[in-house]
């Protein structure tokens, strides 16, 4: 659902896919793949100084080598 809302640029607000996304990760923190989308949601909305401290806040739980990587590219030209 919080990907979907990004892609359609509704990131802020209660209903938001960051507001979706931070309620995922707030039930299962541990979820690779809600941490990579709202990298991905924040670097397309290009908010690419939250979008690092989303990968540095994942980066510090030590996930698997493939999902970080996958976090990473999701930074996109924020990467860079």
């Not at 960051?18 to 299962?28: E, G, M, Q």
């Not at 909305?45 to 996958?70: G, H, I, N, R, V």
């Amino acid at each position: 659902m919080g990907a979907a809302l990004a892609k359609l640029g509704r990131l802020d607000g209660p209903d938001g896919a960051l507001a979706k996304l931070d309620k995922a990760l707030s039930l299962k923190p541990e979820l690779a793949s809600a941490h990579i989308r709202k990298i991905g949601a924040l670097a397309q909305a290009k908010q690419c100084k939250p979008a690092k401290e989303a990968l540095k806040a994942f980066t510090a739980k030590s996930p698997k080598p493939d999902a970080l990587a996958q976090a990473k590219a999701a930074l996109g030209s924020c990467g860079k």
